[in-house]
């Protein structure tokens, strides 16, 4: 039998080929031709925000509460918390760059910025599934049910798919 938590964990399996591929973007800039840099940043940004903001805005309003409470540490999650903010606040300063890239020539001081944004994303997204999959997850899995676990994963769903149609943060 699985863990309670097994489902989210499943679900990051599934996010980190895409923040591999933050990754891989960040290395190509300056070796990839401008039109493929701006495809690649496209379809990164559209990742950053359609799947992973949703993702830490379901985080932040259904799991981090019960990680919190199981804690007993009402502020046990601010941290990460704070980590989603960052997130967010990259991804805006991903959008303006993108904004700026042409598809016609390369500009220094754009790629300069584009590679700290996306190593940038890149590290605070590792880092982050990591202190969750090592700290938070074995701990519900030590006090949920499988049923609790459900429900928190069922609420992490519905809250992904209200944070999907807002506006990116």
């Known amino acids: 039998m699985g863990k309670p938590t097994d489902p ?42 359609h799947r992973l903001i949703p993702h830490a805005k379901a985080e932040d309003l259904a799991l981090y509460p019960v990680v919190a409470k199981a804690m007993g540490a009402p502020q046990a999650t601010a941290t990460m918390s704070r980590d989603h903010l960052e997130v967010g606040r990259l991804t805006g300063e991903l959008e303006r760059l993108r904004d700026r890239l042409s598809a016609a020539a390369a500009d220094p001081v754009i790629e300069k910025d584009l590679r700290r944004v996306l190593y940038g994303l890149y590290a605070l997204v590792k ?12 701990l519900l899995d030590e006090r949920l049910t499988a049923g609790e676990a459900q429900d928190v994963f069922e609420a992490m769903e519905r809250a992904a798919g209200g944070a999907q149609r807002e506006p990116a943060a």
Request: glycine share 6%; proline share 7%.
């Open 127 to 138: 880092v982050h599934f990591a202190k969750e999959e090592e700290v938070y997850l074995p």
């Open 8 to 49: 989210l964990r499943e679900e990051h399996k599934g996010l980190l080929p895409h923040i591999e591929k933050l990754r891989k973007l960040a290395d190509s800039v300056g070796e990839a031709p401008p039109e493929t840099l701006r495809r690649d940043v496209d379809e990164g940004y559209a990742f950053l925000t």
